[in-house]
């Protein structure tokens, strides 16, 4: 199944792929960390096989859009329990407020996706009781296009360019491990 490095390559942007495009993929929500340490789980929202480029939404209020900023080190770690597959992704992050890319994901997005972006405070910002932030006119609704005008203004898109792939295959008669330079670079096998 995995015999040849080329197999295996072909094989992590199939599942970046799948893993952005379908919901119900194990690696669909996989989890993001930044220089400073900070984990987080984001959804994965695109994969582009030419650049090895991933696209996440963020809101432009988080504490990890200034420590990305344009050029920040990030790792991506996705598992898929099932198919006993770990990759871990490292790469350059940048964050996009404005321009083509950030405006045709917002325009791409459900207008309960873009209700995120309607919070009054900050994420990560104090609050008196649990709250999800959302104004109470859209709290649990589908807002309008009208009512998402003000969310635009802290959505952001938060694209990672992959450097490298480290690739696990978890078998019972043995482990299996490579790693990869990407998007064109050269693959190696290693010890698990």
């Known amino acids: 199944m995995f015999e040849t490095l080329e197999d295996i390559r072909a094989d ?8 952005a495009s379908n ?10 960390g930044t ?7 984001m959804v994965l929202r695109a994969f582009d096989p030419g650049d090895w480029t991933l696209r996440f939404h963020t809101d432009v209020r988080s504490p990890k859009v200034a420590t990305i900023g344009q050029g920040g080190r990030v790792s991506v770690l996705l598992h898929d329990p099932e ?17 083509g890319v950030a405006d045709a994901a917002w325009a791409e997005a459900t207008n309960y996706a873009k209700r995120c972006y309607l919070s009054e405070a900050a994420p990560g910002a104090h609050s008196e009781a649990a709250t999800s932030g959302l104004p109470a006119e859209v709290e649990g609704i589908n807002p309008s ?8 203004a802290n959505f952001a898109v938060l694209l990672v360019d992959i450097t490298s792939v480290d690739w696990l295959y978890l078998a019972h008669d043995g482990h299996r491990r490579a790693q990869f330079s990407v998007p064109g670079g050269a693959g190696r096998w290693v010890v698990p």
């Open 145 to 152: 296009a009208e009512q998402l005008l003000p969310a635009r």
């Open 83 to 99: 198919a006993k597959m770990q990759l871990r992704c490292r790469g350059q992050g940048r964050i996009e407020t404005q321009g």
């Open 23 to 32: 919901r119900r993929s194990a690696m669909h929500v996989p989890v993001v």
């Open 12 to 19: 992590i942007a199939a599942r970046l792929g799948e893993a």
């Open 35 to 41: 220089t400073d340490g900070d984990l987080r789980m």
